[in-house]
């Protein structure tokens, strides 16, 4: 349910435009808020707890800095104060409490290394914390961001998937414009062009990563591959195939509906795009996107998020 300004807001744009009745209607069952954010103001760290892109979080005793596996600092992206949100616009987000996430390398630009935490508990507890003494940040050549503090402001889309967007961009462009591709959101819309993310995020956090770029293979075109890999003489990459693969998809096949069900269940946490100001640029001016199973989210549980990134 749309809230008064966003719904006055929809109303005057369908009046703008010419739309059969049907179209319409359409458009207002499906419309939704998403809460976008936009940059202020270099930060200055003059208040502890604010929402900001990049640069240090204000973190309480219970959350150290993230490093990965070689020991390099993770880069930290965003905090995000959702109390200074003017509304959830999910009833499964927490109204109060910070998000933190934080970005391990970038390659490749699926089911990349991350961490997001959550911490709801005394602020006067947080503290602006610097990286880890004596360690490198991840990509620290390409990663020398600008911090900056940011504030939020509801706005209308559609859902990314679905014939609706493909008809708006033939025949109504600058409706599309107004209500798809928004990126710097808390929940919003992953970027379509990407392909079906939210079922690679869900491939990869069930077990069925070998899937992400076979789920759509029969059986027989998987041996065949793992053939072929043989006689190249990459005896691994077709075990891989026969042994992980192929009982993955067997798997897949015989409970697909239950599969991509639950696959419906990924949304956008977070997403950020390449912000000049700040100095981000994912690959060829893309987007970097957290998503999050939202049954993951009605428990607080932040240890099974996927990120991706999207970019042509």
Known sequence: MLQPPLRDELTRILEEHSLDEELKKEIDQEAQAV????????????????????GYPDLPPSIEWPCDSDGEYYTFIAQINLGEMPFSPYEGLPHQGILYFFLGLDEPAYDIDHKVFYYNGDSSALKKTLPPTGKVEVCAENRGFTSYAISFQPILTLPSEGELGDILLDEHEELYELLYEHSDTVWGQHQSFAGN?????????????????NSHKSEDQILKEAEQATHRGSTEYAEHLRSEV???LQEYQANREKHD??????????????????????????????????RDLQNLDFTRTYVNLATS
């Open 35 to 54: 809460i976008q954010f936009h940059l202020e103001h270099e930060e200055n760290y003059e208040r502890v707890g604010n929402s900001r892109i990049a």
């Open 197 to 213: 993310t939210r079922r690679d995020a869900y491939l990869c956090q069930n077990g069925l990563k070998g899937l992400l770029f």
């Open 246 to 248: 192929l009982p993955q």
């Open 261 to 294: 069900l639950a696959s419906e269940n990924w949304h956008v946490l977070l997403s950020v795009s390449s912000l000049d100001e700040v100095g981000m640029c994912w690959w060829d001016a893309g987007y970097l996107e957290f998503f999050i199973d939202q």
